[in-house]
């Protein structure tokens, strides 16, 4: 691949990176690139300006917060805290920190079985749900952890709750599926430091080839001393153009106790409001049969208590 000419910048801070991107409207920020790359290789059009943001250390880190200190992150009924990770930190630091396994565990269940090794070595959070992948496995994981999603421009800061940041409206940055808007980065997101009572898992179908989530389930539920359900959060993606959450099959948890056939109930009616759709990983209609089954397996594996 021989790419046509660009410019290449590579700023050191934040600051310097929003003002790079408003100097130049065509600009493309760049995190791991492993969606920007790939996507270059197979056009002959690519962006006129890269922003490399390598070397923003600002970007990277993972920092727990107690009560007292925490900024606000979604709205789950948790004791307080929360974890803050950078957007340029790496799936591979997210499934090997301590800190983070902790606070919130689904985070690192998810992020053990992103692709392979390679990837998750050089694959970032924020790139990742920017890209907005209807096959990634980040945007599913951020709407049942109910994180919240931190945004900066030369304008001022925002946060966005993961259950606002996508969308297929057509108000974000060109064709992502995201809340992003020109001149915007991401810059962190904010979980809720999971309590002694949550449970969590993550379950996909891992096409062989891409690594990509043909489907994949993220879940993560609170009890009472009884096993009663009391909050619930079911994400799917892969199977949609956006990682969706299944509310009907959440509202079937609550209060309940997850027997097996509260888990079929609420599995059969987790394609409720999903616009499935297909493409060459699987059709419509065999994506709509995988919903129910991994739903299953999730809240299978969370029956029982489980190291949070």
């Known amino acids: 691949m021989i790419p046509a000419g660009f410019d290449y910048l590579r700023p050191a801070t934040i600051a310097e990176a929003l003002e790079m991107a408003s100097r130049h409207e065509d600009a493309t920020f760049l995190a791991g690139g492993h969606a920007l790359l790939p996507e270059w290789k197979l056009s002959r059009a690519g962006p006129a300006t890269l922003i490399d943001l390598g070397r923003v250390a600002e970007l990277r880190g993972i920092e727990v917060f107690s009560a007292d200190s925490a900024p606000q992150a979604g709205d789950s009924d948790t004791p307080g805290g929360v974890v803050r990770i950078g957007a340029m930190t790496t799936s591979a630091e997210i499934e090997h920190s301590a800190d983070v396994a902790r606070a919130a565990p689904l985070l690192p269940r998810a992020a053990a079985v992103i692709s392979d090794p390679l990837i998750r070595n050089r694959a970032t959070l924020g790139g990742s749900l920017a890209e907005a992948s209807p096959r990634g496995d980040w945007p599913a994981v951020v709407l049942a952890a109910d994180a919240t999603i931190r945004l900066r421009s030369r304008g001022g800061s925002r946060a966005v709750p993961a ?25 962190a997101v904010t979980v809720p430091v999971a309590s002694p009572l949550t449970r969590s898992a993550y379950l996909k179908r891992m096409h062989p080839a891409s690594g990509h989530a043909m489907i994949g389930v993220a879940v993560a539920a609170s009890f009472d001393t009884s096993e009663a359900c009391t909050q619930c959060r079911i994400a799917i993606t892969g199977v949609s153009a956006i990682a969706t959450r299944a509310a009907r099959a ?11 056939d509260v888990i079929e109930a609420a599995a059969n009616l987790a394609t409720d409001g999903i616009a499935v759709t297909g ?30």
């Open 279 to 308: 493409d060459a990983f699987g059709s419509a209609a065999y994506l709509a049969e995988l919903i129910p089954i991994y739903v299953n397996r999730a809240l299978a594996q969370m029956a029982v208590p489980n190291p949070r």
């Open 250 to 260: 959440e509202e079937h948890l609550i209060g309940s106790r997850l027997t097996a």
């Open 163 to 187: 259950r606002d940041f996508f969308t297929t409206d057509g108000t974000g940055l060109g064709e992502k599926a995201t809340t992003l808007r020109r001149g915007e980065l991401l810059t």
